[in-house]
């Protein structure tokens, strides 16, 4: 019998989410304490990423409040990255 190395179906949605909280984490903490600008590309694109896998992470729990939140701070955070993009 082969054994799989992957992740248990469980286990991966952990880590989206725990992806997704590291990331907005980092952001706002490297921001904080001056590292990274709010309108830096990397800012905004931790942000980006936090925002998807909480997303996903927030779906899967069935958890509306938190997945609305995420969505419209993710919207924001495009239109923000979009704009400094252009500029």
């Known amino acids: 019998m082969e054994r799989s190395l992957s992740l ?3 286990h991966l949605k952990e880590a989206i989410g ?3 909280a590291l ?3 980092l952001a706002f903490g490297m ?3 001056n590292v990274i600008g709010s309108q830096s590309k990397e800012y905004l694109l931790l942000n980006v990423f936090g925002c998807f896998f909480l997303i996903i992470y927030a779906v899967n729990k069935k958890a509306h409040a938190s997945w609305v939140l ?3 701070w993710l919207l924001i955070t495009a239109i923000a990255l979009v704009k400094g ?3």
Do not use: D, E, Q, T
């Open 31 to 33: 921001n904080s304490l």
């Open 85 to 87: 993009f252009l500029s």
């Open 18 to 20: 725990w992806a997704g």
């Open 70 to 72: 995420n969505s419209i």
């Open 23 to 25: 990331c907005s984490l």
């Open 8 to 10: 248990p179906r469980k």
